[in-house]
């Protein structure tokens, strides 16, 4: 049996009585936790509007993570080390690994962010890319920002709530 406050009764409580340390902390778990893990006495915890910020975040969250998945970030060939003959198993090693990372790293629900995601895949051995290309690339990746784009996905996700609860409240109390 789980005895921690589930997510939603905390941002309830943090909401009715000003526990100002619970707020974030509570959206960001409703936002990353399983769909799964939603049940009834959530939707009595939180109002509908909060709900529906909750869900919209949370799918704008999981888009952006099923695109990176399924589109490898090109490669930026070092051109002394890499000849055009190379290119091709180049490309072929560094794709693999990225697809491999951004599934694994990259499931909508998972609470690592893009950041832990850019580090898994400096780390990883991808055997047939050129250091050189590798380094390239991933100056380019990070640059583009597009790993770390959830972050601000989720902090607009939490800003929205806030507001949201600070117009309206939360509606549905808990006695
Ligand atoms: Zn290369």
Known sequence: M???P????????????????WLSSSI????????ADFIAEDYHYLS???IQLIWQTRS????HR???ACQSYRVRHDTIQC????????????????????????RPTNPDNGQRTLERL?????PATKPGCRSNTMLDVQADGCLTRDEFIIAEGISAVIQAVRSNGITVPVE
């Open 48 to 50: 509908p509007e909060v």
């Open 83 to 106: 000849p055009t003959y190379s290119h091709l198993a180049c490309e072929s090693s560094w794709d693999t690994a990225w697809k491999a990372v951004m599934l694994f790293t990259l």
């Open 2 to 4: 789980n005895h921690k």
């Open 122 to 126: 400096r780390s990883v051995s991808i």
């Open 6 to 21: 589930r997510p939603s009764l905390k941002l309830n409580l943090s909401v009715r009585f000003h526990v100002e340390e």
């Open 66 to 68: 099923q695109a990176l």
């Open 28 to 35: 960001t778990n409703l936002i990353t936790c399983d769909a």
């Open 60 to 63: 704008q969250v999981q888009r």
